[in-house]
């Protein structure tokens, strides 16, 4: 995967590492080493989506 990087009047292709196999990693190892099971994980994850919600509609 390439990246398109303005600069100035040129363009510049770069190389671009996907970031979520890393990401995935890192909350797999966060989550064992916390001992907190998907189903607790995914039920956070809808508790902050609702919280950051109800944050932008005040």
Request: hydrophobic share 50%; net charge negative; aromatic share 4%.
């Amino acid at each position: 995967m390439l990246v398109l990087l303005p600069i100035g009047n040129l363009i510049v292709l770069a190389p671009k590492q996907p970031q979520a196999p890393q990401l995935i990693d890192r909350i797999a190892t966060i989550m064992k080493n916390e001992n907190v099971a998907l189903t607790d994980f995914l039920a956070g994850l809808e508790a902050e989506r609702e919280a950051i919600w109800r944050e932008k509609q005040s």
